[in-house]
């Protein structure tokens, strides 16, 4: 139900936009967020938007460098990545949550409040 997409080999300091496609279901009626894992570490969550696009918040690493964004029209959220760090290095997962029935400004930070999960797509930072 989601597909991310978008991942690869960036340089220090480089940049990356990272998708999340919704293929059944309306984007607009959903949470979504970002959450990463490095390796030999637990998933950590990494941007929230609520189903306005108004509505976000960020992991205090990646304050003032990411930014997540919502295109409706293209059920796709976007994670733009800048000033890319060896510390981002991890697979990036996208993850929704469905949330008509609650305020538009509602989102998760913790991943159990998830039910629908993108594959992961790999980002790494080179030094």
């Known amino acids: 139900q989601l597909q991310a997409s978008g991942g690869g080999l960036v340089p220090y300091g480089g940049s990356l936009r990272l998708s999340c496609t919704m293929s059944?279901?309306?984007?607009?009626?959903?949470?979504v967020a970002w959450f990463r894992q490095a390796p030999g570490k637990e998933r950590e969550f990494v941007a929230a938007v609520g189903r306005s696009s108004g509505y976000t918040e960020y992991a205090d690493s990646v304050k003032d460098r990411f930014t997540i964004s919502k295109d409706n029209a293209k059920n796709t959220v976007y994670l733009q990545m800048n000033d890319l760090k060896p510390a981002d290095t991890a697979t990036y997962y996208c993850?929704?949550?469905?949330?008509?029935?609650?305020?538009?400004?509602?989102?998760?930070?913790?991943?159990?409040?998830?039910?629908?999960w993108g594959q992961g797509t790999l980002v790494t930072v080179s030094s």
């Open positions: 993850a929704a949550e469905y949330t008509g029935h609650r305020s538009r400004t509602a989102y998760f930070t913790n991943q159990n409040d998830y039910d629908y």
């Open positions: 059944v279901g309306a984007l607009n009626l959903h949470a």
